[in-house]
């Protein structure tokens, strides 16, 4: 039998809160979830181990719906490529991101010396 953790500790070990992993539930971004006879949510550690996928995605910039269109190309009967195709094209768009980042706290860096700190 598969451990399974209830809300609590799915919430704990994730980093987010209980409204959080409902929201993501019900935008269709995890699970779905199984319940308990009782109607509890018990999540597996691969419904936390998915979670954090979604969590580092979400961290990354993406937004719910690009979110949304990413569980679709792996719940789908899309192609492997297509979801290459949809990791690439914002692994470019977050080096862009970082390029501009960087070159900003460049900047930054510059004036605090320049000004004396």
Known sequence: M????????????TGLTLDALRYYEREG??????????????????????IGIV??????????DELRRFTTLLRGEHEPADRVAFLRRRHA??????????????VLEDKIAYYGG
């Open 55 to 64: 969590t580092c995605l979400r961290d990354a910039g993406l937004g719910i």
């Open 29 to 50: 971004l995890i699970g779905p979830i199984g319940r308990t006879a009782g109607g509890t949510r018990r999540y597996t550690p691969d419904d936390v181990a998915w």
């Open 2 to 13: 598969t451990e399974t953790l209830p809300p609590s500790e799915a919430a704990r070990r």
């Open 93 to 106: 768009e977050l080096a862009d991101q970082l390029a501009r980042t960087q070159a900003a706290m460049k």
